[in-house]
T-cell receptor, first 114, second 113 residues
């Protein structure tokens, strides 16, 4: 089955700096790669996703890049703010009809300090 | 528009008991998936229901089961609870099934003592 590795497990940046979180996946059939943000006491919230026919996607301060050849994808957050502090999860999924489950990375705890 | 609602938010049960958790998806969403989140194992897929049928199942023992009703609401049941079942159980709904467009609820925190 799919295996997703995520690094780093913790990341501390100063407000205004950029943060980068990296993930690798093992199953070449995976073609959907979402990123989730989870705040304390809440469920994961989808912040951005990318499909395998796209190499990069950007939404304001958040961007995701995908390298299918190397089987890795990354989340980039620019101009970080204290409210970006949370746990971030990457995930991968094939889209082959009923094979719809997400395999998640182990999470990155991002701390944005003033 | 209302989000995904999970009840109860917190639950304490004793080993050997059984428990039922409930999930109401976003109106119009036909697919409900369940995930278990623990510090040690992270987020793991339990099962997905679409139009009252289980469409996909993760690698959990048969003590974990679920169902979906005609209004798309879903329940999951865990029988013969073990200490290791203590976790946050998350439900996610999506419009047409599949993992795209998931909206997660806030979860049910189950503690087994």
């Amino acid at each position: 089955g799919e295996n997703v590795e995520q690094h780093p497990s913790t990341l501390s940046v100063q407000e205004g700096d950029s943060a980068v979180i990296k993930c690798t996946y093992s199953d070449s059939a995976s073609n959907y790669f979402p990123w989730y943000k989870q705040e304390l006491g809440k469920g994961p919230q989808l912040i951005i996703d990318i499909r395998s026919n796209v190499g990069e996607k950007k939404d304001q301060r958040i961007a995701v890049t995908l390298n299918k050849t190397a089987k890795h994808f990354s989340l980039h957050i620019t101009e970080t703010q204290p409210e970006d502090s949370a746990v971030y999860f990457c995930a991968a999924s094939p889209n082959t009809g009923t094979a719809s489950k997400l395999t998640f990375g182990t999470g990155t705890r991002l701390q944005v300090t003033l | 528009k209302a989000g995904v609602t999970q009840t109860p938010r917190y639950l304490i049960k004793t080993r050997g008991q059984q428990v039922t958790l409930s999930c109401s998806p976003i109106s119009g969403h036909r697919s409900v998936s369940w995930y278990q989140q623990t510090p040690g194992q992270g987020l793991q897929f339990l099962f997905e229901y679409f139009s009252e049928t289980q469409r996909n199942k993760g690698n959990f023992p048969g003590r974990f089961s679920g169902r979906q009703f005609s209004n798309s609401r879903s329940e999951m049941n865990v029988s013969t609870l073990e200490l290791g079942d203590s976790a946050l159980y998350l439900c996610a709904s999506s419009p047409e099934g599949g993992s795209r467009g998931y909206t997660f609820g806030s979860g049910t925190r189950l503690t087994v003592v």
